[in-house]
């Protein structure tokens, strides 16, 4: 049983007027839904995912995503997931505070099938996700755990190998200290342990002078994947940028005309 709600906001966003929005409320949890421009052709429902404590405005109103996704024709989905870093449960040791914050099993097995069933949202075969860090972790882990219910994703600047950041505070507050649970660390919600489950393309991006996450981690996912020898495509760019909106930016053109190289 869902306990969702529907109330319609007619607002813009940030500063380029695409147009009006639905948002939906489920488990307490804001969806914004920015409907496909009517003058172009469906491309397809494209999830976006925030980065830790980011609004999930932020990706429109301080990027050109939503304006050009919007404009290429793509039914947008944000939901608000606050503090969360895409764990599929919390534990025990998980910090009391962060609770409240959405998981990958809620996004998954609540929110997908919620919006498939009220919305009429994921539907079709042309289903697409993009995050930023903490976000894309989430996406590497949603692609772990749908086989092909997305056509193509694309990651910027993520963590895939948690074991690596031994003293991240995020990965601790969740998982509990590396030091007393790196079984968990290792086994659970850990992409680049789960490479192997990933069955759709991946553009994958990370700047080389992201001093909060290093590139190498989307070094590591991204050799790892093409481990498996099969006919997807990933891609990886590592540009000489940061970990923030001015690289964020420069790769929207790029990851959508990737999504639109795999329509094809």
Known sequence: ????????????????????????????????????????SFKGDLLILPGWNFDRTRWCSESSLC?????????????????????????????????????????????IPFLQQQAGIFLTSENFMIGLSTGARGVALIACRTNNFFKAAA????????????KDNLMNGVYGPFSLFSERWKAIDNPVAEYSQIKIPIYIGHG???????????????????????????????????????????????ILDFFESIKE
């Not at 009006?20 to 421009?37: G, H, K, R, S, Y």
């Not at 993520?158 to 074991?163: F, K, L, N, P, V």
Request: hydrophobic share 40%.
């Open 67 to 111: 304006k050009e996704a919007h404009r290429a024709g793509y039914r947008l989905i944000m939901p608000e997931m606050g503090k969360s870093i895409y764990a599929t449960s919390y534990f025990p040791q998980t910090r009391k505070d962060w609770l409240r914050y959405p998981t990958l099993t809620w996004l998954l097995d609540t929110m």
């Open 155 to 166: 990651a910027l600047s993520g963590d895939y190998d948690q074991t690596l950041m031994p």
């Open 208 to 254: 080389k002078l992201d001093k909060v996450v290093p590139y190498t981690q989307s070094e590591l996912l991204y050799n790892r994947l093409l481990l498996l020898k099969n006919e997807k495509r990933y891609m990886l760019h590592t540009p000489e940028m940061g970990h923030d909106f001015l690289y964020w930016d420069s790769e929207v053109i790029p």
């Open 1 to 40: 049983m869902f306990f969702c709600l529907f109330f319609i906001k007619n607002t813009l966003v940030g500063q380029q007027k695409e147009g009006p929005m639905i948002t939906l409320m489920c488990n307490n949890v804001a969806i914004d839904i920015m409907e496909v421009d009517t003058s172009v």
